[in-house]
């Protein structure tokens, strides 16, 4: 993969900064070298251009920070701002999780996002390495992008503040088209869309739906993924988290993004005395509802011209509105009510009636457990579905037992060598060491196929 295919990609990460980043690569691609030298005396300190290497605090926690524009690999980006390549990052956590010091992980993110190659494969290894010792994200920066795809896979995601920003799920191409340039392309190709895309010409209808496509299959497996490790519905993601903002401290906890807030040094202290609760992964919580800021400024006065009074429901001795003087005093409005609500009722009653006989489409041989249900003025759907479940669990448990009654008795076995019992974490990651080694694979790789990752 060239710079070029690189920066014209799809990412996940703030427009903006792709938008710098695609300058800087321009400058790049004319000849026009960037002068590291010179960068580096202007701002009067090195560039931060390797990068970091777990360490292992007090307790067996290792902290692997990463911060700067996620890619493939170390390359430009790293070189002039920093940056987190996911090839680097996973070997790191791959060392942690053999280092017999290390008893659990944090993840100290700090990214606006970046490529999405090399993006899910990362974001899988942090969700396989969690199984085998506790992982958890933390930032006290940002969160973003492709940089909360790797995060949400590991088992809890905590930020440090109310101003820290996650979320952004979302996916852009951003092409720069330069109808005045004075390079002007000429391609000869074989294929229909072998050359879709030209930088001095602006997209046909067509391109333009292809690479939509392509946006939103990223897009796709962007939701699918994060639904998945925080474990929700993609329903839900998209309905609460994947709408592309950038949601700040209580927010991000509301929209199911973060677990909750705590410094990184708290974090370690309490994963150092005891990472049992972090070993499981944590299930996104939703807020009920969105609440408006208190400081988010008074409410426009109302400059409607006129306005009725609105019905006063109790007069001055403040007797409490019973049913009965609800109906005396306003006849009209309660006969309307009731009509209302005794419509809505029934259409209700309607629709959970046909849902819960609906079920007899997909699980059949239940028809009177299910007409029963249905007609009961109770049963939900979703009850009416477990409880046949159910039924149906009973019935195959009743049939093997039956059967295992009338089968005749088995023939004496012959003796078996002791069980030495189930292999312990270590010995596993120990035997996945040598077969990755054997096979030429990584760890993950070797952890699977041996049966002790999924």
Known sequence: MTLLD?????????????????????????????????????????????????????????????????????????????????????????????????????????????????TPEMAA????????????????????????????????????????????????????????????????????????????????EEARTIVQADVDYVYSLFVDAVAGYRDTTSQQVLDRMADGRVFRGQQAIDAGLVDGVSTLDALVERMATDPAPFASRRKAVFAVAALPSPS?????KDKTPTREKEPVMSDDTKTPITRASFEQDHAPLFAQLRGEFSALGATQERDRIQAVLALGANLPGHDKLLSTMAFDGKT????????????????RAAAIKAHEDDAPNPARAS???????????????????????????DLVAALKELGYAS
């Open 296 to 300: 988010a400024g008074a409410a426009p």
């Open 125 to 204: 290894a942090v969700h396989e390495l969690a199984k085998i010792k506790p992982i958890v994200t933390h930032s006290d920066g940002a969160l973003a992008s492709a940089g909360y795809w790797i995060g949400s896979a590991a088992n809890a995601v905590y930020i440090s503040g109310p101003t820290v920003q996650a979320g952004s799920i979302g996916v852009v191409i951003d092409r720069t088209f330069n109808p005045n340039s004075a390079t002007r392309e000429e391609s000869i190709v074989a294929g229909r869309y072998k050359r879709l895309v030209k930088s001095n010409e602006p997209l046909s």
């Open 415 to 441: 003796a078996t060598p002791p069980d030495k019992g189930a292999k312990t974490k270590a010995e596993q990651v120990a035997e996945a060491q040598a077969h990755a080694k054997a096979k030429g694979i």
């Open 380 to 395: 939900t759907a979703p009850e009416a579905s477990m409880a046949v479940l159910k039924a149906e669990g009973d019935a």
């Open 6 to 118: 690189l920066i014209t990609g799809a990412w996940a990460i703030d427009p903006d900064k792709l938008r710098e980043l695609q300058t800087i690569y321009a400058t790049h691609l004319r000849g026009d070298k960037i002068d590291l030298q010179a960068l580096e005396a202007r701002l009067g300190r090195p560039l931060s251009s390797e990068q970091q290497a777990y360490t292992v605090e007090p307790g067996g926690v290792a902290v692997l920070r990463m911060s700067g524009v996620i890619a493939p690999k170390a390359n430009l980006f790293m070189q002039v701002s920093g940056g987190l390549s996911t090839q680097m990052a996973t070997k790191q956590l791959e060392s942690a999780v053999v280092d017999a010091r290390v008893r659990s992980m944090v993840l100290a993110l700090d990214t606006p996002g970046g490529s999405v190659i090399g």
